[in-house]
């Protein structure tokens, strides 16, 4: 989570306080692998881990008002997840200890590697059609776009590294957007009506 | 794509990028619930962000619009923050205390008298009675106080019981965030 990110989130969390859905599903559409991968350290069950994502958007959710951007959003959520993942670890293993209140995993805890063979298929196929989108992006388009997505760079700081206006490098990693967003949207299954 | 689509879409990328004008804010909002192109397009967006990031991130992706469904109707109708009592408590105090002061400088004023024999009869002022003058409520309620140091009028209880007001639960800051207990 670096800084720009975190400004990213501040207009989302800042509209959904005042009650704009869309606001919210954003940040639910953006956080939602994030929240899933990190409860799936602790639950074994992908159904489960399912259930607990939704658990910890509607927990965020109600809880969104007391929520003063004291942490990022993205701490916040993970914060919330794992307390979702603890409970239901209470509740399957009552007798357990779980004195994890730092934060942390517990160290027996597994990552999930019951996926079926057709959800481990589609990962690898979007994967795929990923690493093709992107080796298909002009040279410009490319760099611009990783060093805003990987590196987290700023515009300003891309624009420098590329000798450019922040103009440009704007429009760059705008048209590599959406030229990974065409490849990729026939694998992700939207659903959208 | 038209242009308005390149131009919703760009807005969509800047808000991706925290760096939306409040009306490319504006214009993303008020598209996103009847646009499903556009909600699309800022999951295939942050999927590819992901999958750019970690491989892993892939395997974790749901259908959104399942997802969102699901979410949708378990969510309450509203979530605004609506300010805290304690938050209005202040202001309201200080109007409170204005309006009881302009109720007592009235009860407290000489009365306006047309006959000129009344009118330059001494009207004891407030000052007068020194500290056992006239409460601003005593005053409206048209009570009297005893002299200073004389028992305290029946119908008053010797030690008033402050009021108590219910401002109900604290509010915690992350509710969301503490274990179940």
Redesign the interface.
Known sequence: MNALERDADALLVREAQAGRRAAFDMLVLKYQRRVERLLSRSVRDPDDVADLCQETFLAAYRALPGFRGDSAFYTWIYRIAINTAQRHRARQRPVTSLDDDEGTLDAEAHPTDDATPEALLASRQLAVGLNEAVEGLADDQRRALLLREVDGLSYEEIADLMDCPPGTVRSRIFRAREALAARLRPLLGGGWR | MNASDDAL??AL????????TPAQ?AQ??AA??RD??L???????????????S??????????????E???A???A?????PRRRDWFAPFGVAASFVALAVGLVALRPPAVDDPTLASAPFPAPGAQGLGGLSFAQAAAGRTLPGWGGALEPALPAQATPAIIDWGPA??????????P
């Open positions: 879409a760009q990328s800047a808000v991706m990028d925290g760096r939306a804010w993303v909002n996103w619930d499903a192109a909600r699309e397009q800022w999951s295939a967006w942050h999927a590819g962000a992901d999958g750019l990031r491989a892993e991130l892939l395997r974790h992706h749901r259908p959104p619009q399942a997802l969102l699901a979410l949708h378990q969510m309450p509203s979530v605004v923050d609506h509010l915690a800051e992350h509710g969301a965030s503490a274990p179940a």
